[in-house]
Each structure stands twice: as structure tokens, then as C-alpha cells.
């Protein structure tokens, strides 16, 4: 069974960062296509950076330059490094994977694992 398990959330004040992790365990983690995704309060869930498994990114445009994914295959860890954090960044963050080959701009319902979110809060 595969399971996703979020961390590193919390309350941080504009311009600072926060590190979030995402154990993975119950597959082979290292085929898979994995992403971060993000829903802020009354907002959907969208897309914010994918990392395939050669490594190989893609960034939502109103996080690029400012976060950075990345994977520790040998621990079947996913990153999200965030920097210079905004209000608007305020959101659940949740950790998703994939089989196959993804970016951004995958739609959401062909990650077939999700995590349960992690809050990330952001005040001005």
C-alpha cells in the first residue's frame, strides 16, 4: 500500500521560508513522478512543482525563483524548499506521485497517491 506523509508545515511571516517533507514508502519510489500541490481556502487545488524521476522539474509560474523541489531517493523523501514566502503562498500543501511522467500541467486525477496536506500559513 502506498502512503504519502507530509511535514515541515507551519506559521512564518512574509519573506521567510520553510522546508516541507514527504515520506514515501510502499512502492518504487524511485520510477515515480512526484509533485507538490497546494489549495488555499476557497480556492482549487492546483499544481505548485514536479520532479520526475530523472530529476528533471517543472514550476508553477507564481512559485519560480522562489521554491525549489527536490528527492532523496535513497531516503524515499520529497522536498519542497520555500523561500521568500507571501501572503498569497498561504495554503494545504499536500505531496502527490504518479507512475508515469508529470509536470504542472498534469491534471490532478491522474495521481493516483496523495498525502494529507500539510498547512502552510504566511502573515503580512
Known amino acids: 500500500q502506498v502512503q504519502l506523509a507530509e511535514s515541515g508545515g507551519g506559521s512564518v511571516q512574509a519573506g521567510g521560508s520553510l522546508r516541507l517533507s514527504c515520506a514515501a514508502s510502499g512502492y518504487i519510489w524511485s520510477t515515480y513522478c512526484m509533485a507538490w500541490f497546494r489549495q488555499a481556502p476557497g480556492k482549487e487545488r492546483e499544481g505548485v512543482a514536479t520532479?520526475?524521476?530523472?530529476?528533471?522539474?517543472s514550476y508553477a509560474d507564481s512559485v519560480k525563483g522562489r521554491f525549489t523541489i527536490s528527492r532523496d531517493n535513497a531516503k524515499n523523501t520529497l522536498y519542497l524548499q520555500m523561500n521568500s514566502l507571501k501572503p498569497e503562498d498561504t495554503a494545504m500543501y499536500y505531496c502527490?506521485?504518479?507512475?508515469?511522467?508529470?509536470?504542472?500541467?498534469?491534471?490532478?486525477?491522474?495521481?493516483?497517491?496523495w498525502g494529507q496536506g500539510t498547512q502552510v500559513t504566511v502573515s503580512s
Open positions: 520532479i520526475a524521476s530523472d530529476g528533471s522539474t
Open positions: 502527490a506521485a504518479r507512475r508515469y511522467g508529470c509536470s504542472v500541467s498534469t491534471p490532478q486525477f491522474l495521481f493516483g497517491y
